[in-house]
């Protein structure tokens, strides 16, 4: 089945009815009047009209002998009328010269915009909005009406016989008015994780197939373990939090859903993540964590993480070989205990005391009932990583209280390093630039995972209020190089430097 077309050369307007018996009022406009000049993206306005048409270009190439024939024959023209456009005729001596140099060709272009709407009042509006549109890109239209039967079938390839109002341009002119650009589409199949991860709606009302990873759009390339950390810069109250939410509520529609490690801030993401079933814990100053580091199998991954635990708390500048040796074998005899007996203040029990400035009394304040003790002394560890794909912590008192950041901040990273064993994996840092201030795991986690990352299969999102914040890091480019993605959301007193120099922006 095919629509019928009804045309009138008396208005202009076509009626195309569908085969289900639904009218489309159109009409047709043409370009009377060209710019003194074109530059590519002349008419980017039309893509933001905010109702259906159809655009037509066409352009037939001339030979250069027809070419110079045609401008001489305008010059000629224009000298035998008395024509004072002095300059106008200098462009086209100029034109000549750069058409016998084969530096462009002329040739006939045609032009015609196809608007539509549900009903005549509303063409009318559409007709109006269209030609303010094109007025304000330098060009007079004109609607057609007794050739509107003529330039409707132009539209299609091979009626150029039909074809109306044509003009004399040359290929950069072309170029300029018709340079096949339009608004990012992003990639909706055959990504590395599968389909996209949602859809969003650009300023002319076009799909946006959104994905953290960088693939090439026309590119099969599920499975690959491509780049796809991402960064999420938004000044406070412009909606950073809801909007990572989203997304990752979004993603969880995949099969399999990734496992998420969220580090938050504020409590931003708690509905969020209990809403999705995961496990949420708020670090709170003085309130036990919950945290109970030796509460874990004996590896060698694990003796070693542990006694550089115990040297960030004990928080001696250097260490001897034999304190180095003592902090290993006490953590392979704790381990080596019943699980209910592993805790800090046996740890701390088991320690030679060597004097006020010893091991044994460093410790003394991270075990129970001390100042500390909150941190690490909890009889379990209530950090489940097997019964919930969401992970969430609080860390808004941790990451502002210097003395317990980095082992705190270094304990969540060695647990998060045991989810990186291949399945797909995302975690989450709020305002992450406070916890890469000084040193700790994290600034190294940051570095050196993102770029390897990929090849586990996971990826990093970073949010921040402010550029400034992120670049003001000694590992800024490192994070900045390893990013895939980037989500600006609206700041009026961005800086050129951050955004251009900083964060490699282009001026567009």
């Known amino acids: 089945a095919v629509s019928r077309q009804r045309f009138s050369a008396k208005t202009g307007d076509f009626v195309l009815t569908t085969p289900n018996g639904v009218n489309h009022f159109g009409a047709i406009l043409n370009v009377k ?65 750069q058409i016998s140099s084969g530096n462009f060709v002329l040739g006939q272009y045609h032009f015609t915009i196809a608007v539509y709407a549900p009903d005549q009042a509303t063409l009318s509006q559409h007709i109006a909005t269209t030609r303010a549109e094109l007025s304000n890109a330098g060009f007079v239209s004109i609607k057609e009406d007794l050739a509107v039967t003529a330039a409707f079938y132009a539209q299609f390839p091979g009626n150029w016989k039909y074809r109306t109002r044509l003009a004399n341009v040359s290929s950069l002119n072309f170029l300029g008015m018709s ?15 599968g389909p996209c991860v949602t859809t969003l709606q650009t300023v002319n009302g076009q799909p946006y197939f959104f994905n953290f990873h960088a693939t090439l759009p026309g590119e099969n390339s599920l499975g690959e373990k491509a780049i796809a950390n991402t960064i999420v810069i938004g000044k406070s109250g412009t909606g950073k939090t809801a909007l990572i939410n989203f997304l990752l509520s979004q993603i969880q529609k995949l099969d399999p859903s990734p496992t998420i490690f969220f580090f938050d801030k504020d409590r931003g993401a708690e509905i969020f993540v209990r809403a999705c079933g995961g496990n949420y814990l708020s670090l709170e100053n003085g309130q036990p964590t919950g945290f109970n580091p030796f509460h874990c199998e ?19 500048p250097v260490y001897t070989s034999r304190e180095e040796d003592d902090i290993f074998r006490a953590v392979e005899a704790m381990l080596d205990t019943p699980e209910h007996l592993r805790n800090m203040t046996n740890f701390q029990k088991s320690l030679p005391n060597m004097g006020d400035d010893g091991l044994f009394i460093r410790m003394r304040k991270w075990t129970a009932g001390n100042s500390l003790g909150w941190v690490f002394d909890n009889p379990k560890d209530t950090i489940d990583l097997q019964k919930a794909n969401i992970i969430g912590f609080d860390y808004t008192e941790v990451i502002d209280n210097p003395e317990v950041r980095v082992p705190v901040i270094n304990y969540l990273l060695h647990r998060l390093d045991t989810l990186i064993d ?87």
């Open 179 to 193: 340079p096949l650009h339009n608004f990012a589409g992003g990639k909706r199949d055959n990504n590395p994780w």
């Open 33 to 97: 009047e060209y710019p003194d000049g074109t530059h590519p993206g002349i008419l980017n306005g039309l893509k933001y009209l905010d109702f259906e048409y159809v655009v037509t270009h066409s352009f037939s190439p001339m030979g250069r002998h027809d070419a110079l024939k045609a401008l001489e024959r305008t010059k000629g023209m224009m000298i035998s009328s008395g024509d004072k456009a002095v300059s106008q005729i200098i462009e086209l001596d100029q034109a000549m010269d």
């Open 422 to 508: 291949g399945r797909r994996l995302i975690y989450v840092m709020d305002e992450f630039w406070k916890i890469l201030d000084g040193g700790g795991a994290l600034k190294d986690f940051a570095k050196n995972k993102q770029k390897t990352i990929r090849k586990q299969n996971g990826m990093g999102i970073f949010a921040t209020q402010s550029p400034e914040d992120a670049l003001g890091s000694d590992i800024s480019a490192a994070l900045i190089e390893q990013t895939a993605t980037m989500i600006l959301l609206p700041n009026p007193n961005a800086s050129r430097k951050d955004y251009i120099e900083g964060l490699k922006l282009t001026e567009s």
């Open 298 to 316: 004996r590896t060698e991954a694990n003796v070693q993480f542990l006694s550089d635990l115990v040297k960030v708390l004990a928080a001696k």
